[in-house]
């Protein structure tokens, strides 16, 4: 986890400073993983090829514009609870639990990395939620479940796209 230090101004909200910088760097880690399945999401929708071009081209791009809403979402409650949000590839890439792709993989295995991305957010969201439901934090616990929502539709959607 990170060490991030809180803002010098104090924050009287109802939560520790610990219980706030515990959810924050939850919260960190679910901004990378939401981050790297959008950046994910949106060069599939760039390259994506065969008979399903256009259904996935057009799923891509309205799973990459909602996901990159909900990275502000996500970054400005970080600052909510006094804590600076990670904003760098290195950040990110030190945090999140989604795997790179390498190449440019066949639209199959698109989809297929897809779901995994949209499930892996929806963990990283479960582990965060205990935290923040632990601490008493509603705010979070909310966007936390609104996230999840989202999430476990995207990957419904996908999957279906998987069956024969």
């Excluded at 610990?18 to 939850?26: K, L, P, S, Y």
């Excluded at 996901?67 to 890439?93: C, N």
């Excluded at 909310?142 to 998987?162: C, F, G, I, P």
Aim: charge should be negative; proline fraction near 3%; avoid cysteine.
């Amino acid at each position: 986890m990170s060490k991030v230090k809180a803002n010098s101004t104090s924050i009287n909200i109802g939560l520790s400073e610990n219980d706030r910088r515990n959810i924050a760097d939850g919260l960190s880690r679910m901004l990378a993983d939401t981050y790297t399945l959008y950046l994910k999401t949106h060069n599939f929708h760039w390259n994506v090829t065969g008979p399903m071009f256009q259904t996935l081209h057009l799923m891509f791009m309205t799973q990459y514009n909602e996901t990159w809403l909900a990275v502000d979402s996500l970054a400005e409650r970080i600052r909510a609870l006094g804590f600076p949000a990670p904003g760098s590839y290195k950040q990110f890439a030190a945090l999140t639990s989604i795997k790179d792709s390498d190449g440019v993989p066949n639209a199959k295995e698109m989809i297929r990395q897809l779901v995994e991305g949209q499930e892996t957010v929806v963990r990283t969201a479960r582990e965060v939620f205990k935290i923040a439901d632990q601490a008493n934090d509603q705010p979070t616990a909310d966007l936390l479940t609104q996230r999840m929502t989202v999430h476990e539709q995207n990957a419904w959607m996908l999957r279906s796209l998987l069956e024969d």
